[in-house]
């Protein structure tokens, strides 16, 4: 994380400069614009992990850094317009001026058409998020390309920094060019991810499968507690699924709980159907294998399948699992865990112990109220590791 923390302020550098610079609203607005581009031009390559996964595997810290950005970046690109509208001397009307009919009228109705979407996205991931279905937003999020898209010539068209200084102008270009770049490698990607056979597929429980998945290529080997994406074609859309098996014979398996369209999809697969895979990602129980303080794994339902390898592989005194599920058949892996970890398999919550590492996984909800009460009885927040499914 620390070398994608490093590029992001690297990028900024050019525009420090502008800083002594600006002794205008209208100069103000012009440099809190180019910040605001900058920021969405990051959110893009963060949401790009097929990109940011060769910085860190940590996808949950990018996706944190993502969304922190995106309020930054909220602030910046709601804040460069209404400077401009006062710089202009001009009413709110001023915002929403659509307006082709010349060159730099033209540019200037780019940036609105780029707001117009920004609020549709920034809406929808924030104040209306919870009235969004996840695939409804999921879709809204692919509005920042072409929101992107318009943002870099507009500001190329009408900003001043970018007009009066031609080195700037020519990184401009290069932030561009790298973004174009960028689109291409995310279009291409699914051409080449992994492409895996489906070769069993075992129902565990009522309403989960676990499917295992044979290499046609490059085999993955996950860490245990890694996760990797499915897609069911190239140009299929990506879910995430962590790996309960990693095989001697580079197999990978999969536990997946009946969802909706894409899990049922799934589920009516035939042994012998390629899919495509790509990963693996994350770190989230990379320090429970640390034998030196005592690690309390803690699933709700489904969200036991990150913890299923690292027992299998790394089960020891210090280890214990608290398995909480809505009805006794939905302990999937239960007698395998009660194997290796014998009493300290649990299916209530867990106590709270100074010196534990608690590793949480399961729905939001769930993740949610566990750490809460956790917290409410003195686990501090460098104690807890927590994957939600749903992200
Ligand atoms: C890191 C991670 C690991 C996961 N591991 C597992 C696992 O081992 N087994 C398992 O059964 N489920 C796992 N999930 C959840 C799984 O990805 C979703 O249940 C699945 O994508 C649902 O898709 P759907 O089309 O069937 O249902 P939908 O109706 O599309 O979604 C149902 C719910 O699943 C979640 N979801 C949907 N798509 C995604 C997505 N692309 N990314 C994240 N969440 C999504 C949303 O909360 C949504 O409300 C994991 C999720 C994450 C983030």
């Known amino acids: 994380m620390r070398w994608l923390a490093c590029l992001m302020l690297l990028s900024a550098l050019p525009f420090l400069p502008l800083l002594g610079r600006a002794d205008s609203v209208g100069d103000a607005a012009n440099l809190v614009g180019l910040g605001g581009a900058l920021t969405l031009w990051w959110q893009v390559v963060l949401g790009t992990r097929t990109l940011t996964r060769r910085l860190t595997a940590d996808r949950l810290a990018v996706v944190n850094l993502h969304r922190w950005l995106g309020g930054c970046g909220a602030f910046l690109v709601l804040l460069h317009p209404l400077l401009e509208t006062i710089a202009a001397r001009r009413d709110l009307a001023y915002l929403w001026l659509i307006d082709f009919t010349w060159v730099e009228s033209g540019y200037t109705s780019l940036g609105r058409i780029a707001l117009l979407l920004f609020l549709a996205l920034w809406l929808t991931s924030t104040l209306l998020r919870a009235l969004v279905r996840h695939r409804?937003?999921?879709?809204?999020?692919?509005?920042?390309?072409?929101?992107v898209g318009l943002v870099l010539p507009h500001a190329w068209g009408v900003g001043s920094y970018l007009i009066e200084t031609p080195w700037l102008r020519a990184y401009w270009l290069l932030l561009a060019a790298l973004l174009a770049l960028l689109v291409g490698w995310r279009l291409a990607v699914p051409l080449w991810t992994g492409r895996y056979r489906l070769v069993a597929a075992e129902r565990l429980s009522p309403t989960v499968v676990q499917y295992t998945l044979a290499p046609l290529g490059r085999p993955r080997r996950p860490a245990p507690g890694q996760f990797c994406y499915l897609r069911l074609n190239s140009l299929g859309r990506a879910h995430p699924f962590s790996v309960t098996r990693v095989g001697e014979d580079a197999?990978?398996?999969?536990?997946?709980?009946?969802?909706g369209p894409f899990t049922a999809r799934l589920a009516a697969l035939r042994p012998g159907a390629?899919?495509?895979?790509?990963?693996?990602?994350g770190t989230f129980t990379r320090q429970a294998r640390d034998a030196d303080r005592p690690a309390v794994l803690v699933a709700g339902g489904i969200g036991v399948t990150p913890f299923v390898e690292l027992v299998r592989r790394h089960a020891g005194p210090h280890m214990s699992l608290h398995h909480v599920v809505s009805a006794r058949e939905e302990a999937v892996f239960a007698d395998e865990l009660r194997h290796h970890l014998g009493a300290r398999y649990r299916t209530g919550p867990p106590q709270p112990g100074p010196r534990a590492r608690y590793f949480v996984c399961g729905s939001p909800g769930f993740v949610a109220t566990t750490t809460g009460r956790l917290r409410a009885?003195?686990?501090?927040g460098g104690q807890l590791y927590t994957e939600e499914f749903d992200c």
Request: no cysteine; hydrophobic share 45%; charged share 20%.
């Open 136 to 147: 409804a937003w999921r879709l809204m999020h692919y509005v920042s390309y072409p929101l």
């Open 251 to 259: 197999t990978l398996s999969f536990a997946v709980k009946d969802a």
């Open 274 to 281: 390629v899919l495509r895979l790509d990963g693996p990602y």
């Open 377 to 380: 009885r003195g686990v501090t």
